[in-house]
């Protein structure tokens, strides 16, 4: 008895420890160009006429520093383009680049999900490199401070 409620005391902090993402389904589409540090563009041939055979792919789980004028100051603008010259260095180098896809976005213009380069997340390569931090939604920490 004491094993049973043991586990109903720990089971919430477990289930919502932290969010899961969803599943991802690979594909071996090319990618056309990088918006930034976490948002991709790819060719999406397989889209009907007459929508734009271009998909992006926002990088899940990751906030990367926003660029130009979507900055909020000149630091976070600097390290918004030094992620997004990250993610690209990366992509032209690769010799093996995938879109993994888990679900369109909230705005249904793009696809949640993560680029795959020679065998590794983007997502995790972002934050172990210092361009990008954990989200998962919620209020997102200033790059500004």
Known sequence: MKKFLLLWSILPALIFAAPAAPEAVLYD???VRVIDGDTVV???DFLPAPLNP???VRVYGVDTPEK???AQCDKEKQLGEAAGRFATDLINRADNV???IMKWDKFGGRVIGDVVIDGKSLAVMLI???YAREYHGGKKESWCK
Do not use: H, M, P, Y
């Open 54 to 56: 271009e998909l992006s």
């Open 98 to 100: 995938q879109i993994a």
């Open 68 to 70: 130009s004028w979507r």
């Open 42 to 44: 790819f060719q999406a």
């Open 128 to 130: 172990e490199n210092g």
């Open 29 to 31: 589409f090319e990618v």
